[in-house]
């Protein structure tokens, strides 16, 4: 194997690792977006309990 076939080898394997880490790091932001979108949901349905409540409570006086 000639010095330029090693360096080719050498960039593809980089470019593919690179490829790899790309896919990992849009992957774990999909699962960070999943969660702060359920810490949302959450949020919103707290809120809508408590005021859900609120009502209640002026209707019961």
Do not use: P
Request: glycine share 8%.
């Amino acid at each position: 194997m000639g010095m330029k076939d090693k360096f080719q080898d050498q960039a593809e394997q980089w470019q593919q690792q690179g490829r790899e880490r790309a896919q990992e790091g849009r992957e774990k932001a999909g699962q960070r977006s999943s969660q702060q979108r359920e810490r949302g949901r959450q949020d919103i349905d707290d809120v809508q309990d408590e005021m859900d409540d609120r009502i209640n409570q002026d209707y019961d006086r």
